[in-house]
């Protein structure tokens, strides 16, 4: 059981627009940087978005980020094949005094 | 550009130390400015976060690790260690180092990654 609640799997259909939530808490997401990975199947994760809603160099602007209150999203527009991988958010957790991963969602491109 | 690269022991026994090194190599005037961390995934499973280490040797660990585990640096070498000790099944999994971007170790912002080494612990 994560501490940060993601969805186990959306799926979409190419060239449209998808959002994955992250819920978490007031010790967490409520108060700390959430930050995105990108994990595609036999390769490392990837910083997507990092403190809330910034773009990494080189990452496609088709990607986003927001946060309101304790929750978090991912928003990838213009879906593309290549986009199918699994998706986790991260936070640091100010009473576990620890970072804390979501457990991950899996996007499906239809 | 940095890269990383995690190596060690695939295979490691029950009750037996896990150790790992992650060699960092490619423009590393830097290295000092950035925090460090260690992140696992068992098979099928999620990301894990296990701690993050300064070059000053400052350590910060997952608490439910904590007990179990060390980070240390070698500046030297540029090299990064995880030991993980007492390891049981459950500690299967894929480790990798990775940069934080910066900021503080809080903000886990980790922008390069090792490809991560594989290891099971099994008799």
């Known amino acids: 059981q994560s501490v940060l609640t993601q969805p186990p799997s959306v799926s979409e259909a190419p060239r449209q627009r998808v959002t994955i939530s992250c819920s978490g808490s007031?010790?967490?997401?409520?108060?700390?940087?959430v930050n995105w990975y990108q994990k595609l199947p036999g390769q490392a994760p990837t910083l997507l978005i990092y403190?809330?809603?910034l773009l990494p160099s080189g990452v496609s602007d088709r990607f986003s980020g927001s946060k309101s209150g304790n929750s978090a999203s991912l928003a990838i527009s213009g879906l593309q094949s290549e986009d199918e991988a699994d998706y986790y958010c991260?936070?640091?957790?100010?009473?576990?005094?620890?970072?804390?991963f979501g457990g991950g969602t899996k996007l499906t491109v239809l | 550009q940095l890269h990383l690269r995690e190596s060690g022991p695939g295979l490691v026994k029950p009750s037996e130390t896990l150790s790992l090194t992650c060699t960092v190599s490619?423009?590393?005037?830097?290295?000092?400015?950035?925090?460090w961390g260690w992140i696992r995934q068992p098979p099928g499973q999620g990301l894990v976060w296990i701690g993050t280490?300064?070059?000053?040797?400052?350590?910060y660990y997952n608490p439910s690790l904590e007990s179990r585990v060390t980070l240390s640096v070698d500046t030297s070498k540029h090299q990064l260690s995880l030991k993980l000790n007492s390891v049981t099944a459950a500690d299967t999994a894929m480790y990798s180092c990775?940069?934080?971007?910066?900021?503080?170790?809080?903000?886990?912002?980790?922008?390069?990654w090792g490809q991560g080494t594989m290891v099971t612990v099994s008799s």
């Open positions: 990775a940069r934080g971007r910066g900021g503080t170790y809080y903000d886990g912002a980790f922008d390069i």
């Open positions: 490619g423009d590393s005037s830097t290295n000092s400015n950035y925090y």
């Open positions: 280490i300064y070059y000053t040797g400052a350590t």
């Open positions: 007031s010790s967490n997401i409520g108060t700390n940087l």
């Open positions: 403190y809330d809603d």
């Open positions: 991260a936070a640091w957790d100010d009473s576990l005094n620890g970072l804390v």
